[in-house]
């Protein structure tokens, strides 16, 4: 445990439905939106945990998390956003940087202080005004809440810079549903270099449900030259629908203009990856609910220092 015993912070898991046993005194909630469950059912769900919260904190950019500001008692909730004036916290003025982002953060009726984080990306700039307003509804001062976000270096598996060799960069990701890969995407794309990338489904299931939304996100993002490469999803076992595969997926994307392969294991996507790769490139591992992703990469990363 860190800090005092008074304070407890977790992130609780809608995909259970394991986030309406809790009744927080301050509930985050960065988007609402389609992974494990339907979105009435994701709508009941966070609707519920944050009516239970003493506080709310909510972000602007987000349509349903929006939604859900606008339904809750505005002495209830804090609001954040990217350049959005009317929410309680925003950030502007965004500088990319290649293992960071700067920007200010302007408190409502309040000031505006410099933030640099060590992390990078717009979602990241995001995710710190969530974490600011967590920590105001209880007390922080901004100024404190800031001098700590600057000292954060990031968690594993949040784009985490495995290595370079031979001119070729290995990332080891979560993202996992569109709306993550989207972050990830768009993070990695505000620098130059083709992306190679790696994405395993984390179960048939999802993979059915936002089939469309995978095509779509991965066809907008993904650039001319970018690759991406699927094995089959994660599988645990069981009677789970296997009707849509990782070819389902790759076809799509095809079709609309990109490069995108189905193989049948991970082992020859990792061949494919390392038989593309030149300078320059980055390689991203995505993918979640399979811890073994770390090792992958570790071994890619291994593989191209003796290519």
Known sequence: LIGGPDLFVSEVDESD?????????????????????????????????????????????????????QSLPSDKVITFALGEES??????????????V?????????????????????HNAAN???????VRAIGVPLGEAIAALESFTGIRRRMEVVGTANG???IDDFAHNPDKIAATLKTLHAFEGRLLILFQPHGFGPLRLMQSEFIDGFAALMRQDDVLLMPEPVYFGGTTDRSVGSEDIASGIR???RNAEALAT??????????????????????????????????????????
């Open 128 to 134: 710190a005004l969530a974490a600011i307003g967590a």
């Open 266 to 307: 991970r082992e020859v996507c990792g061949d494919r990856l390392l038989e593309l790769a030149r300078p320059g490139d980055r390689i991203i591992v995505m993918g979640a609910r399979d811890d073994t992703l770390s090792v992958f990469a570790a071994e890619l990363l291994s593989r191209l220092a003796t290519a």
């Open 255 to 257: 079709t609309a203009g």
């Open 102 to 122: 700067r920007f200010n953060v302007t408190e409502s009726g309040g000031e505006t202080r410099p933030l640099e984080l060590q992390v990078p990306g717009a």
């Open 168 to 170: 070729v960069t290995v």
């Open 87 to 100: 929410a309680t916290l925003n950030a502007h003025d965004l500088e990319p940087l290649p293992t960071g």
């Open 17 to 69: 439905g394991s986030i309406a046993r809790y009744d927080p005194t301050v509930a985050v909630v960065s988007n609402i939106s389609l992974d494990h469950k339907s979105m009435e059912e994701l709508r009941d769900l966070f609707g519920g945990f944050t009516g239970r919260a003493a506080k709310a904190v909510l972000n602007l950019d987000n349509v349903e998390t929006q939604a859900l500001a």
